[in-house]
């Protein structure tokens, strides 16, 4: 039986993008490709905040922070650094499809799948953990499963293996919407290179087993041209999906200062505003 690194197996509304306001199931796997350490950072600066929380963890025999519910939010760098950070990995447990799978019965409210959506985030979860998710979503109770999307930073290439996985799970027994990939690309604010971060071919290829959007942070009008060049590069690939601009911010404090600007230059440019609904609803607490 395959079994998965979760950092986080929660219930809660989804907050961004397509599917905002949909209730969801949030699978978070552990372990990313990028660090991000330059959200909320000025341009060309990196964030320490995970690193010294990291040093924190470390430096006592007994760790300090014991589950996701100690851990502090951030207001710089990557919202989810303990889905990644090495000094984290012990705060997220190696599960069995069925311990997923039990653990999913239980918080769901009617203990089987009515309208729910699985996401599958991170992390990247794209990474090595495509050869187990068929294990996973073959259970018997995931079979009332409709709809999943995997919210992917769009560097991974599906696996042959997997890729025909997904198109007989999806568009072959399920229809086309089954299947969706939220790409969160990284621009330069997130600190992360250009050439390792958009990567069109690799989301192009997503479309031929579901649908992708694209969805770009954004804290300033240089990001809004950092996405609008990203996006002409995407379409010049084939990319036809939606594209989303969504306020930086894993904090109120953060995410109220630019909310508004950024669904202005949305509107002005013919593109989507994703909102990011979990920040004022749930103040992004972990689990939510
Ligand atoms: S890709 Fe996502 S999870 Fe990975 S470091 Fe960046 S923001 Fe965090």
Redesign the pocket.
């Given at each position: 039986m395959s079994k998965l690194k979760i950092a986080e197996l929660f219930y809660s509304v989804q907050g961004e993008g397509r599917y905002m306001g949909v209730p969801s199931v949030f699978l978070r796997t552990f372990g990313?490709?990028?660090?991000?350490a330059g959200?909320g950072m000025p341009r060309g600066e990196l964030s320490e905040e995970a690193n010294n929380l990291a040093l924190l963890q470390d430096i006592h025999d007994e760790p300090l922070f014991k589950k996701y519910e100690d851990l502090p939010l951030v207001s710089t760098g990557?919202?989810?650094?303990a889905?990644?950070h090495p000094s984290f990995k012990e705060l997220s447990p190696m599960l069995t499809s069925d311990a997923i799978v039990d653990r999913i019965m239980e918080i769901i409210p009617f203990h089987e799948w009515k309208d729910e959506h699985l996401v599958i985030t991170?992390?990247?979860p794209l990474l090595g953990w495509q050869r187990a998710y068929p294990d996973l979503l073959d259970h018997p109770k995931m079979a009332g499963l409709k709809e999943i999307t995997f919210e992917t930073?769009g560097t991974q290439k599906l696996t042959p293996e997997f890729k025909e996985y997904l198109l007989n799970w999806g568009i072959e027994s399920r229809g086309y919407n089954a299947l969706t990939f939220s790409v969160?690309a990284?621009l330069p604010c997130?600190g992360?290179k250009w050439e390792e971060a958009i990567l069109p071919e690799v989301v192009c290829e997503y479309e031929q087993v579901g649908t992708a959007y694209l969805k770009f942070v954004i804290a300033t009008e240089q990001d809004f041209e950092d996405a609008k060049r990203a996006t002409e590069e995407y379409r010049a690939a084939g990319f036809a999906g939606h594209v989303y601009l969504m306020p930086v911010g894993g904090v109120e404090s953060v995410y109220a200062l630019n909310n508004r600007a950024v669904a202005i230059m949305a509107m002005n440019a013919g593109l989507r505003y994703s909102d990011r609904l979990q920040v004022p609803l749930f103040k992004n607490e972990w689990g939510t």
């Open positions: 990313c490709n990028f660090k991000c959200f990557c919202d989810s650094y889905s990644w991170g992390g990247e930073n969160s990284k997130s992360e």
